[in-house]
């Protein structure tokens, strides 16, 4: 019988809610005499929306890049723990890694620019996104044959219910470039959720969307952080959503760590109003 | 005469294998057959009866067409309970009515959206019980334990039917055609909706004169994405559905609802005009977007096309030179259209619930499409008057059904007797007295008039006004020549001596013609309070004006800086204008219409999602239509195209 249900995880860190996930130690990074970032460290906890947010220039996206392997900083440590089906620990430190190896142990991101594939059609970017996951030989997979093809029909369920969680049905055969903005950043979110994050890295979700569709957005982040489990490092500047959506946020400014809590504690910190609001001089 | 869990065991017993519900989920149609379908009604049944529904009670179902909406239903029935259907996008108060008085005890909930609204009206609800929800999602963390999952229902049912074999077969068999199936909301322009209580008698009898007319049969498809808890989606989908075992196709979602009718092309359909002006519109958006040489072979196919329907319509038959044309045409342009909007197989189809336009009409008619009027309301299971095939004539709703009597009283009202006239209103006898008299017949409410046997609508009885030099008329006719445009989305006219109008435009339409003509706008209000768009409604007045008698002509009108909604009692859920609210809310507007000013100030108070409000003073220009009778010389343009 058909059930309404999902069937599959989204997420697949196996950490313990409440437990780090990400610790962040003493990372800098320079551009020649630029200190983008400096000595910057944090802890995200697994099962947490975290917020990173500041001014422009703070640094926000430079530390994005170093937990993705985009950028390499040149000082510190990014930890990213995981437990394996046995239930043993291992500590992966991300900033000596490569991006693809990144992506392996489950680190999924989308762009604040879109980086989608425009002539392909929704449906194919979200399959590109199951790419670590499929296994199949070259000459199984083109004959569409044997376990190639029990595979693909698996991987397209798995993307079918991401579909239906982000309410992209009325799209599934649209190219991805011909869909208006709000959506294309749906399906960055998709991409990265069909890798079965164990964290999801989102660069600003929300930013150059209307009033409604940021709505849409924050209830999907709510439902992928609280109702699927997969914790959520975001960036975002509109201040009344990250207040709303976030379990945690870290403040940073001029590539240091100014604030550091609730959403409760931050908006009371005395750094971060001036930093926000400027002082009277 | 049956009743409906009888002929699903009929259904299911005849053709097991046969597909009796299909839903389309993750992109791939999932077939249920009769054999399933009759399965988990009877574990739906045996747990609607472990909650304690007891026979003669009410089960609610507040949601989307789903399969599980339609097993609710005949697992309800199964006990001898009726179903009623609650709209989908009503709100606390609407929900909260509706359960007073039909007194449910369960109420079948979709999903999360759904049980919130019901959490919320649940304190004020003494009767109401359990809550079941099919769409699990968003609901893991919810912790009231009233609700129960759908699954676990049927799972629950199934245990407990297990110890009481043969017990639902005996229910099924005590069940009556008299007894009450469905209830159903009327449309409650004038005030809070009734609820009327529809028989199985009631149902299959209507079912049975209709398909004497139009026949169907197992092989024939249907879709079901109008709501189920209106009159027109029981008549079809489940009256004729059940008893000729058509199957019923639900879309995946609101959005995919065209694709997905596409790709099942049903046989039958049944919408209120604003789905047929929908697909009119669509057609003309992507025509005019075409190149010229589509718009030619459209415009030559469609010429063709209109000819060969109006002596159609009439049962005259078309010479051999106009048949092999009409093939031609057929083939390079018609049947491409129909194929776009999903009705490359239909036979039948319907229209109803409001006047739908002569160019509509035509405009179906020419490509093909069997269009009908029918007649009828809630109290008549839907369905009472209806075109023949060989005799359509636009501008009447038809002859009555086999069995269906129709009087006109003295004073014009329309009346009907028939074994489908309905079993009274829920918890409303002074209501039902009103409806019925004591000689069985149905007073409509409409007032209208036998033309050759076929009768003519005018409008509700009460709404009939008399023009100045004596001709009878009502708002409603001079509306629906303004809605005629492709242009206009809602009109509401004033007036008996100098007639005015209050338009409001339609945002999908005009916002591509002001691509077109390169105007930026940005909201609603904007893209209305543009002089150009004004100009533009002025053409579409003038021409709607040019069908009108010289003595109801549209003399003013002016454009609403929004849109009639819902959810501000302007519009019902149907989408049928509440014209009290309208007098009430915008008199300032109309005072001045009818002053005749140039314009008018009016302070709008605007209620946010969230409950906050602000006010806003808002200045309308008033269009005069005298300086416009000399601006003759635009030849009319197509009914297909929205270009001039």
Redesign the interface.
Known sequence: ??????RFELNSSRVPVGEPLLEVEDVSLRFGGIHALSEVSLTVAQGDVHAVIGPNGAGKSSLLNCTSGLYRPQRGRILLHTLDEGGASRTHDLATRRPHAIARLGVARSFQNIELFGHLTLLENLMLGRHIHMHHHLLPALAWFGPARRQEIRHR?FV??V???L?L????HAPVGSLAYGIQKRVELGRALCIEPSLLLLDEPMAGMNAEEKEDMARFVL?VG??RGVTVMLIEHDMGVVMDISDRITVLDFGRVIGDGTPDEVARNEDVVRAYLGTDA | MSTFPRLLAEQARERPEGVALQEKLYGIWQPITWRQYHSRVRDVAHGLASLGVARGEVVAVLGDNRPEWLISELAAQSIGAAVVGIYPTSLDEEIRHILDISGARVVVAEDQEQVDKLIKVKPQVARLETVVFYDPHGLEEYREDWLIDFAALEQQGRAWGAERPGWLDQQVADGQPDDVAVICTTSGTTSRPKLGQLTHHNLLSMAESLTSIDPLGPKDRFVSFLPLAWIGEQMTAVACGLSRGMTLSFPEDAATQRADMREIGPHVMFSPPRIWESMLSDVQVRIDEAGWLKRRVFGWGYGIGDRVAGRRVRGARTGPWARVMSAIAEAVALRPVRDQLGLARIKYCYTGGAPLGPDVFRFFHAIGVNLKQIYGQTEICGIAVLHTDDDVRFHSVGVPLPGTELRIADDGEILLRSSAVFAGYLGNEQATAEAIDAEGWLHTGDAGYLDDGHLVVIDRAKDVLTAADGTPFSSAFIENKLKFSPYVEEAVAFGTREITAMITIDPATVGVWADHERLSYTTYTDLAANPRVGELVRHEVHRANEDLPESIRVRRFLLLFKQLDPDDDEITRTRKVRRSVINERYAELIDGLERGDSEVSVTNTVTYQDGTSTKRQVTLPIHSMERHQSLRDSRPRPVWSSRR
Not at chain 1, 169 to 172: E, F, L, N, S, T
């Open positions: 019988m058909l059930t309404r249900a999902y369920e079918e219910e579909i239906d969680l309410h049905q009325g799209h599934r439902d609280e109702l």
